[in-house]
């Protein structure tokens, strides 16, 4: 009789335990609640400092002190601490290290044009300047056409003043870019320059520029990327298309020097200017390395870039043989002929059927009209050139044409663009 009291005060006992944990656990739930809660809040607070003030306003309210941060692309980097302890700010740094990086890879050409003596009566040759830039420890160089082009003696300064000849090895005019080879003794070693890509550049980057303005060697001057893709026509009138914008100041003597991004990356070659008053006060262009890196191997091995054609005789369509043929286009490269046999016949080109005389020329109407090339819209011949120009002899490219009112798809294998284009009419 006496086990029964016993048990109920046990179970009672179990039931104040039961009572009590569940308290607790219903405590514990809320208090997490109230946590995750004040979190979200917290958090909320946070991306809204964030957003208003950066990432500088978010360590600042987290009592941390710092001056400048870097980004990239494995996350941030910060600079810590009182400027007032440090010699250089973490800006000045930067541009102190690119311009060490870089500056020993930057050369001064000097050339001597040719001289036709009917025309010419100095006594001594006039003489241009530009720069250029190291791309091999074995002495090829980096520069623009048009700084040597039409030079007999080229002359090259390094960065410790001595001085040796250069040879031209290669020239791309379209893209006014040249190589040069310098022969060097074996105890100079030459600093190659380090090359980015300007494929992942944005508009409001930080850009450097060394060059030989007005001849100062070496001259460093800082900007930004203010525009990217733009088509610029050259004094040469061609046109060069993807070319950097810059308001890093540009002088004549910088073209031929690298531009180069904030890790002393080479991304761009300084090529012009567009001004009114004829000095820095203008837009500065640059030419995508990656461009050059396309183009050196053949500027190395040939002399000059193997580009791939279309084995066709073409017409640039104009407003009078649209007229007289009816043709449902407005521009365009019109088909005249096809080589029998040839890589544009087998992909299905067809030419035109219809001869008749054009000024001095013999047409053929009625063939395929080009209107795309390689994804480019195609109304004229710098069209047709810009959509070529990173191509090669055996490339497939994609083609749209207008036959009969109709848009066909073909894919054509390119051959090797001649020395003498052939067109119907010029």
Not at 102 to 122: C, D, G, K, W, Y
Not at 358 to 368: A, K, N, P, V
């Amino acid at each position: 009789m006496k086990r029964r009291p016993v048990l109920r005060v046990l179970r009672n006992v179990l039931l104040v335990v039961l009572a009590i944990g569940i308290l607790s656990g219903l405590f514990l739930w809320t208090r997490a609640l109230q946590k995750k809660e004040q979190r979200s809040l917290e958090r909320l607070a946070l991306q809204r400092v964030l957003e208003r003030d950066g990432e500088m306003g978010l360590l600042d309210l987290a009592g941390i002190p710092v001056n400048n941060i870097f980004y990239g692309d494995e996350g941030i980097t910060l600079f810590e601490g009182n400027l007032a302890d440090y010699r250089y700010s973490a800006d000045e740094m930067q541009n102190i290290s690119i311009y060490e990086m870089a500056n020993r890879s930057v050369v001064h050409i000097t050339s001597i044009p040719q001289i036709n003596p009917n025309t010419q009566l100095e006594i001594l040759p006039q003489q241009g300047t530009g720069s250029g830039t190291i791309i091999s420890k074995d002495g090829y160089l980096l520069t623009n056409a048009h700084v040597v082009e039409g030079s007999n003696d080229l002359t090259i300064r390094l960065f410790d003043g001595a001085t040796f000849g250069a040879r031209l090895v290669g020239l791309d005019l379209e893209n006014d870019l040249a190589v040069l080879k310098i022969d060097i003794p074996a105890d100079i070693i030459l600093e190659p320059i380090t090359f980015g890509s300007a494929s992942s550049l944005k508009v409001g980057q930080k850009v450097v520029a060394i060059g030989n303005p007005f001849g100062y060697d070496r001259t460093m001057t800082i900007g930004t990327v203010s525009g990217l893709g733009r088509p610029v026509r050259t004094e040469t009138n061609t046109v060069i298309n993807g070319m950097i914008q810059t308001d890093a100041a540009i002088n004549p003597g910088n073209s031929g020097g690298p531009l180069l991004n904030g890790k002393g990356e080479m991304i761009g070659i300084c090529t012009t200017i567009h001004t009114t008053s004829g000095g820095s006060q203008g837009i500065g262009f640059a030419i995508p390395i990656d461009t050059a890196i396309s183009v050196i191997p053949d500027l190395i091995k040939h002399g000059k870039v193997v580009r791939g054609w279309f084995d066709i005789t073409m017409v640039q369509l104009d407003g009078s043989i649209i007229a007289y043929a009816s043709l449902d286009v407005s521009g365009g490269i019109l088909v005249s002929q096809v080589k029998t046999g040839g890589k544009a016949e087998k992909a299905g080109m067809r030419g035109g059927n219809e001869k008749v005389q054009y000024g001095s020329s013999i047409i053929h109407l009625g063939g395929d009209i080009i209107i795309e090339v390689n994804g480019t819209a195609v109304t004229d011949f710098a069209d047709l050139y810009a959509a070529l120009t990173n191509t090669h002899p055996q490339d497939v490219v994609p083609v749209k044409v207008m036959r009969k009112g109709e848009i066909k798809s073909l894919s054509v294998e390119l051959v090797q663009r001649p020395e003498t284009v052939e067109w119907a009419v010029r």
